[in-house]
């Protein structure tokens, strides 16, 4: 009960549960189990208790404790006994009826809503097919008991003992019965579970109580317009934010990891036309360069370069490696201030990422020891809203390498500061931690105006990965979700002619547009990279826009909301494509060219600039360290009055 508990894990399936021994108003001998029921809140479904001790004081213990206590009907009709394990029946009437799975759910989640810390137990009586008849047990259970007090055997040796004389009194009848019931318990556990999460899910969407909470309602919602009016909300800040920093202020604070790089670019001796792979399982000639990296670092030396002051929060381990990373950031203009040391003797190893690339610059295999990202002591939420605090930054950009628990703090924390959070997904795996259980400061509902990320920019394959997390996470099940969704008034075939006509045919049939509009209700402002075909742009606008109303425009425009009440006036989707186009052979490395790309849109939005405006200018600070021999090139800089 206690892991469970620890887990979050609120339905608790097992056997039979201790209880009062026969005997006990003497003995004292008390099963632990019933005082745990009473300060532990977790739902524990069992076959009663051991039909050896005695069930009426083992229900008024319950009952000392604050404990609630039902038995399910199982079909039957009227009042219920409590069962006794290997039988159905006690002789001693439960307290409670449970009907079924739902009704048993409804219990746990009203409890759920009153300040008490005491557990449940749900009796689910033995399947009939299996159990034994009540004079048949109680009989053997007689025998053995006197058998265990003629030998003085007590305490601990007790239980044991007698389940071991039943079963060989009952010639095996008594372990039949007890497989019978614990899988039966483990069904009757999980069908309840099941009814609770969904009881959950429902009740988590309903209007909260003292406001309107509708996606209309703004009030209470302090909003940063861009020039743009693209929905980019900053929720206000908590009770508990600084509102003073104690230290150096910053446009931007990018939370990620500094890693050690080593790129591998094959270079086969003939060099023949086309692509050409390394062969596996041997050594390959190859053009080896070390360098600091990190998703992180890329993205906040990108920002710096173009022309904001940039901090970077990340973490290294005390050793050789870990000190020339934390010189190399403070060298290269961003601040290092926020870059938390391991000692290596707690095993913490400084970020490593090693690629391997194709003769085209392709990455054909990466391998990442990013465990230092997931190290425990980084999941304080007083860390974080000290660091970000102190930063006193309008944007917090965070990469998914850290642990979804870590991920957690972070975000509440930029939310409780005001700040607005940009999301890099780095890669398939790591994408889905945004939606990760464990991610608990972004729930289903958590859809405009109370969303947790303002900006997300994924390439195809990661916006696949957070459509299917969203998906497995039911979190397109809330209705908060789907009221966003329905104001845009899409409806089938003539949405899915209007979608190609705006991104083409070949992404539609590949869902890419399809998948980003489900998401905006969780993230308003996507950016989905695509390569040789550009980026495909995708946002909620608010009411206010001049764009939902200029011809100019008029082409991007997908849906206008239907909904007088909402702030979101439609949905913008252009897909624009690459600035200019590189040959092969300018190609030095891919590597980095995604995050030069957020770290620049970021800035363009610091600065005030439409996202639309923002993104091609970006696409040509990606080509510059396409060409670069650095993971950001240093020639990014010479796009910052473009950014002004």
């Given at each position: 009960?206690?892991l469970?508990?620890?887990?979050?894990?609120?339905?608790?399936a097992?056997?039979?549960?201790?209880?009062?021994?026969?005997?006990?108003?003497?003995?004292?001998?008390?099963?632990?189990?019933?005082?745990?029921?009473?300060?532990?809140?977790?739902?524990?479904?069992?076959?009663?208790?051991k039909?050896?001790?005695?069930?009426?004081?083992?229900?008024?213990?319950?009952?000392?404790?604050?404990?609630?206590?039902?038995?399910?009907?199982?079909?039957?009709?009227?009042?219920?006994?409590?069962?006794?394990?290997?039988?159905?029946?006690?002789?001693?009437?439960?307290?409670?009826?449970?009907?079924?799975?739902?009704?048993?759910?409804?219990?746990?989640?009203?409890?759920?809503?009153?300040p008490?810390?005491?557990?449940?137990?749900?009796?689910?009586?033995?399947?009939?097919?299996?159990?034994?008849?009540?004079?048949?047990?109680?009989?053997?259970?007689?025998?053995?008991?006197?058998?265990?007090?003629?030998?003085?055997?007590?305490?601990?040796?007790?239980?044991?003992?007698?389940?071991?004389?039943?079963?060989?009194?009952?010639?095996?009848?008594?372990?039949?019965?007890?497989?019978?019931?614990?899988?039966?318990n483990?069904?009757?556990?999980?069908?309840?579970?099941?009814?609770?999460?969904?009881?959950?899910?429902?009740e988590?969407?309903?209007?909260?109580?003292?406001g309107?909470?509708?996606?209309?309602?703004?009030?209470?919602?302090?909003?940063?317009?861009?020039?743009?009016?693209?929905?980019?909300?900053?929720?206000?800040?908590?009770?508990?934010?600084?509102?003073?920093?104690?230290?150096?202020?910053?446009?931007?604070?990018?939370?990620?990891?500094?890693?050690?790089?080593?790129?591998?670019?094959?270079?086969?001796?003939?060099?023949?036309?086309?692509?050409?792979?390394?062969?596996?399982?041997?050594?390959?000639?190859?053009?080896?360069?070390?360098?600091?990296?990190?998703?992180?670092?890329?993205?906040?030396?990108?920002?710096?370069?173009?022309?904001?002051?940039?901090?970077?929060?990340?973490?290294?381990?005390?050793?050789?490696?870990?000190?020339?990373?934390?010189?190399?950031v403070?060298?290269?203009?961003?601040?290092?201030?926020?870059i938390?040391?391991?000692?290596?003797?707690?095993?913490?190893?400084?970020?490593?990422?090693?690629?391997?690339?194709?003769?085209?610059?392709?990455?054909?295999?990466?391998?990442?020891?990013?465990?230092?990202?997931?190290?425990?002591?980084?999941?304080?939420?007083?860390?974080?809203?000290?660091?970000?605090?102190?930063?006193?930054?309008?944007?917090?950009?965070?990469d998914?390498?850290?642990?979804?628990?870590?991920?957690?703090?972070?975000?509440?924390?930029?939310?409780?500061h005001?700040?607005?959070?940009?999301?890099?997904?780095?890669?398939?795996?790591?994408?889905?931690?945004?939606?990760?259980?464990?991610?608990?400061?972004v729930?289903?509902?958590?859809?405009?105006?109370?969303?947790?990320?303002?900006?997300?920019?994924?390439?195809?394959?990661?916006?696949?990965?957070?459509?299917?997390?969203?998906?497995?996470?039911?979190?397109?099940?809330s209705?908060?979700?789907?009221?966003?969704?329905?104001?845009?008034?899409?409806?089938?075939?003539?949405?899915?002619?209007?979608?190609?006509?705006?991104?083409?045919?070949?992404?539609?049939?590949?869902?890419?547009?399809?998948?980003?509009?489900?998401?905006?209700?969780?993230?308003?402002?996507?950016?989905?990279?695509?390569?040789?075909?550009?980026?495909?742009?995708?946002?909620?606008?608010?009411?206010?826009?001049?764009?939902?109303t200029?011809?100019?425009?008029?082409?991007?425009?997908?849906?206008?909301?239907?909904?007088?009440?909402?702030?979101?006036?439609?949905?913008?989707?252009?897909?624009?494509?690459?600035?200019?186009?590189?040959?092969?052979?300018?190609?030095?490395?891919?590597?980095?060219v995604?995050?030069?790309?957020?770290?620049?849109?970021?800035?363009?939005?610091?600065?005030?600039?439409?996202?639309?405006?923002?993104v091609?200018?970006?696409?040509?600070?990606?080509?510059?360290?396409?060409?670069?021999?650095?993971?950001?090139?240093?020639?990014?800089?010479?796009?910052?009055?473009?950014?002004?």
């Open positions: 009960m206690i469970a508990h620890l887990a979050g894990i609120k339905i608790f097992t056997g039979g549960l201790g209880g009062v021994h026969r005997g006990g108003e003497n003995s004292m001998d008390i099963s632990a189990d019933l005082t745990e029921l009473g300060r532990t809140p977790v739902t524990v479904i069992s076959s009663g208790c039909s050896f001790l005695d069930i009426p004081r083992t229900l008024e213990y319950l009952e000392t404790q604050g404990v609630g206590v039902g038995t399910f009907a199982d079909g039957r009709t009227g009042t219920v006994d409590f069962p006794a394990f290997f039988s159905r029946d006690s002789g001693v009437k439960s307290p409670k009826t449970i009907f079924d799975e739902a009704d048993a759910a409804a219990v746990v989640y009203a409890q759920s809503n009153f008490v810390h005491s557990g449940l137990l749900f009796a689910n009586p033995v399947p009939e097919s299996s159990a034994m008849a009540k004079d048949e047990i109680d009989e053997i259970i007689a025998q053995a008991v006197a058998e265990a007090e003629e030998k003085g055997i007590g305490g601990s040796a007790n239980t044991p003992y007698i389940l071991k004389r039943i079963r060989e009194l009952s010639n095996g009848a008594s372990v039949k019965a007890n497989e019978a019931l614990i899988e039966a483990v069904v009757r556990g999980t069908k309840v579970a099941v009814e609770l999460a969904k009881l959950e899910l429902r988590g969407a309903a209007p909260q109580r003292g309107d909470s509708s996606v209309a309602g703004l009030s209470g919602l302090s909003t940063t317009r861009q020039s743009s009016d693209t929905v980019v909300s900053t929720p206000p800040r908590s009770a508990f934010a600084k509102s003073s920093s104690t230290g150096q202020p910053v446009d931007i604070l990018v939370a990620g990891s500094l890693a050690s790089d080593t790129i591998c670019d094959h270079e086969p001796f003939d060099k023949p036309s086309g692509t050409v792979s390394p062969t596996l399982h041997t050594s390959n000639p190859a053009k080896i360069s070390p360098s600091a990296g990190g998703v992180g670092r890329n993205v906040a030396v990108a920002a710096h370069l173009a022309g904001a002051k940039v901090a970077l929060a990340s973490v290294v381990a005390d050793d050789l490696a870990g000190s020339s990373l934390v010189d190399h403070d060298r290269s203009g961003v601040s290092a201030d926020y938390r040391r391991i000692p290596a003797v707690d095993g913490a190893r400084t970020a490593q990422y090693v690629a391997v690339n194709d003769t085209s610059k392709d990455l054909l295999v990466a391998m990442a020891d990013m465990s230092i990202l997931a190290r425990p002591e980084l999941e304080s939420l007083e860390y974080w809203m000290s660091t970000i605090g102190q930063s006193s930054s309008k944007w917090v950009v965070v998914a390498n850290w642990s979804p628990e870590i991920l957690s703090s972070i975000f509440k924390a930029a939310k409780a005001g700040a607005m959070i940009a999301f890099e997904p780095v890669s398939i795996a790591k994408a889905a931690r945004l939606f990760n259980r464990a991610n608990k400061a729930a289903n509902t958590s859809v405009v105006p109370n969303h947790t990320v303002s900006l997300a920019s994924p390439n195809r394959l990661e916006l696949a990965a957070l459509y299917n997390a969203a998906t497995e996470a039911l979190m397109f099940e209705e908060q979700w789907w009221k966003v969704i329905d104001s845009f008034g899409l409806s089938g075939s003539g949405s899915r002619d209007r979608l190609v006509s705006i991104a083409g045919p070949e992404l539609v049939e590949e869902g890419i547009p399809q998948q980003c509009i489900q998401l905006l209700p969780f993230v308003p402002n996507l950016v989905t990279k695509l390569g040789p075909k550009g980026c495909l742009l995708t946002s909620l606008l608010r009411r206010t826009d001049e764009r939902l200029s011809p100019e425009y008029a082409q991007y425009i997908l849906a206008r909301t239907m909904s007088d009440v909402s702030d979101i006036g439609g949905v913008y989707m252009r897909l624009i494509p690459p600035t200019r186009n590189v040959r092969q052979e300018d190609i030095v490395s891919v590597n980095g995604g995050d030069t790309m957020l770290g620049v849109i970021v800035v363009g939005l610091v600065r005030g600039n439409a996202l639309d405006n923002i091609p200018i970006a696409q040509d600070a990606a080509v510059l360290t396409l060409k670069s021999t650095e993971a950001v090139s240093p020639e990014v800089r010479s796009i910052q009055e473009r950014l002004q």
